[in-house]
């Protein structure tokens, strides 16, 4: 069983910065896509970031500059390095994880995610 558990959320304010984790367990780690996605209240989600499991990683226009997504899979973990925050990145964060199509990630959504850690940024 896939299971994926976030921390590191909170609340900060604009400019400041915040690195989530994931501790992911049940399955062998270095064989799957691993990613960020965030949902606020009345928005659609949104993947923010994946990450293949040679480290190939796209990630959104929206935060591209900003946030750094890496892995390490010795140690079965996923991180989301958030920089210059803004109040519009306030969101629930989400680990997600999926079979690695041809070494890569296929894209959004993935199968399986975590329970999720809330970030507020406020102005």
């Known amino acids: 069983e896939v299971q994926l558990v976030e921390s590191g959320g909170g609340s900060v304010q604009a400019g400041g910065s915040l690195r989530l984790s994931c501790a992911a367990s049940g399955y062998n780690y270095s064989n799957y896509c691993m990613g960020w996605f965030r949902q606020a209240p009345g928005k659609e989600r949104e993947g923010v970031a994946d990450?293949?499991?040679?480290?190939?990683?796209s990630v959104a226009d929206s935060v591209r500059g900003r946030f750094t997504i890496s892995r390490d899979n010795a140690k079965n973990a996923l991180y989301l390095q958030m920089n210059s925050l803004k109040p519009e990145d306030t969101a629930m964060y989400y680990c997600a994880a999926d079979n690695a199509v041809r070494g890569g990630c296929a894209g959004w959504p993935l199968r399986w995610r975590g329970q999720g850690t809330q970030v507020t940024v406020s102005s």
């Open positions: 990450i293949a499991p040679v480290g190939s990683f």
